[in-house]
């Protein structure tokens, strides 16, 4: 089991930058592919970055690629999405997910997410 703690949100202009963490619990990190997610308000819950286990495969939302980049450090326990040339578009909160992978493979839909942070909000004032 993981827990997942993420931080780094906030509110920033449009244009701007910011980085967002999540930090998992546990000692096989490395075991897990991961991914972020955000759900706006009076909105679906929608993808936006997935990694795969070891960092060497990525894939994107449409809506962020170009802007967005996730990173793993697998020694630190830790996700990153950085996140740069924001939209008031992006303002939602944002969920790091983790799921237990013994493949390479990267995962873009929740349901095949086993396991979730509480999220952080994230305002893009324009």
């Known amino acids: 089991q993981v827990q997942l703690v993420e931080s780094g949100g906030g509110l920033v202009q449009a244009g701007g930058s910011l980085r967002l963490s999540c930090a998992a619990s546990g000692r096989t990190f490395s075991s897990y592919a991961m991914g972020w997610f955000r759900q706006a308000p009076g909105k679906e819950r929608e993808f936006v970055a997935a990694i795969n286990r070891s960092g060497g495969d990525t894939s994107y939302a449409d809506s962020v690629k170009g802007r967005i980049t996730i990173s793993r450090d697998n020694a630190k326990n830790t996700v990153y999405l950085q996140m740069n040339s924001v939209k008031p578009e992006d303002t939602a909160v944002y969920c790091c997910?983790?799921?237990?992978?013994?493949?390479?493979?990267?995962?873009?839909?929740?349901?095949?997410?086993?396991?979730w942070g509480q999220g952080t909000q994230v305002t893009v004032s324009s």
């Open positions: 997910a983790a799921r237990l992978s013994f493949y390479t493979n990267v995962y873009v839909d929740a349901h095949e997410y086993d396991y």
